[in-house]
């Protein structure tokens, strides 16, 4: 009897915060769509969400291309096939690796705080104040949060990708000994402009579900200091999990 009270209460659990994820980000869009603009507000948070990012996220992309050069280098070279190296880094990284990775890193950095950060804003009646004040607090501290990550993680896959295929180049010819002209002429050959957009597209879309599922973690926190740590960690795994289901269907939709 208990195992089939604990499975309804996940399966309530479940679909509430399903509930509150649509609602609020019926909300998010309405508001986003309505003036008064906080332009300031949003830059902060694309310096927080986009600049603040980018040593993390450089060097993920960094050592992910060189690591797919050093082992498709030597799995290559079984069957004398070297030469597409190139090839294989550029694909790999503008397609999967770049906006799944960088996703990853900065729902692990951005995520965690947006649910902290509205969390303690929710437990110390910060939230409460606003309302009380007139304040929407969704126009005033969710809205900016999605659209800096949503405007942004694009362009940090942007350089990702860039720092990727630079990065596997430098192993596959300057460690491995491969023949530059080669391996550039191979890295754009295959190389389509769909590869790059759908990449682009890919990361729009983690961007806005991970800032939302951290900014609703937070926003519904409940439980004092104990409940923002736990939001946080909610948010984190919760945004992680969302990014690779999506990341699947996306992949479907868009090659």
């Not at 969400?49 to 280098?73: H, K």
Request: hydrophobic share 55%; glycine share 10%; aromatic share 10%.
């Amino acid at each position: 009897m208990k195992f089939f009270e604990a499975l309804g209460a996940v399966i309530l659990r479940a679909f509430t915060e399903m509930g509150r994820f649509v609602l609020l980000f019926a909300r998010t869009v309405t508001w986003a769509i309505r003036p008064p603009y906080d332009v300031p507000e949003l830059f902060k948070q694309m310096v927080r969400v986009g600049v603040d990012s980018i040593p993390v996220v450089f060097l993920t992309g960094l050592f992910t291309g060189g690591v797919i050069a050093l082992e498709t280098y030597s799995g290559f070279a079984r069957f004398h096939a070297e030469s597409f190296v190139g090839s294989v880094v550029a694909l790999s990284v503008t397609r999967e690796l770049a906006p799944v990775l960088a996703a990853l890193m900065v729902t692990g950095r951005v995520g965690s705080a947006m649910a902290a950060e509205l969390g303690t804003m929710r437990v110390t009646e910060q939230i409460d104040a606003l309302v009380a004040l007139a304040t929407e607090p969704v126009q005033y501290l969710i809205v900016p949060r999605v659209v800096a990550a949503t405007v942004m993680l694009p362009l940090l896959v942007v350089m990702a990708d860039a720092v990727g295929i630079t990065g596997g180049y430098v192993v596959a010819v300057d460690l491995l000994g491969a023949n530059s002209v080669t391996y550039v002429h191979n890295t754009f050959q295959f190389l389509e402009r769909n590869d790059f957009t759908a990449g682009l597209i890919k990361a729009a879309v983690f961007g806005l579900l991970f800032s939302m599922i951290g900014c609703q973690k937070g926003y519904f926190t409940e439980g004092g200091a104990e409940g923002v740590g736990i939001a946080t960690t909610r948010a984190v795994v919760a945004g992680s999990l969302a990014i690779l289901v999506a990341d699947f269907f996306l992949a479907k939709i868009l090659f």
